[in-house]
């Protein structure tokens, strides 16, 4: 997994230093909000994902079999998206 995000990070343009921080991050702060919280990965999905927000455009081309380097893509599009509404 960490691979997969760091490869996806790199094909977005982060450095490979740069995607390998994002992805180990964002996969061990995973890990630990599942420990802490003792909720099932779909309930903890589901308290951090917002309506129309960036993980849920992720999220969603996951869902449909898309890849990692898709997913990000969706979020970053979301994020600008979401930067220029008023």
Not at 40 to 47: I, V
């Amino acid at each position: 997994l960490v691979n997969d995000l760091k490869k996806a990070g790199e094909d977005l343009g982060f450095s490979s230093e740069e995607a390998k921080f994002l992805a180990k991050e964002t996969v061990e702060t995973s890990f630990f909000l599942l420990r802490k919280t003792r909720l099932s990965p779909s309930a903890l999905r589901l308290k951090v994902t917002s309506k129309g927000g960036t993980t849920e455009a992720g999220l969603r081309v996951l869902s449909e079999g898309g890849s990692w380097t898709e997913a990000l893509s969706a979020a970053e599009k979301r994020a600008e998206e979401l930067s220029l509404k008023e």
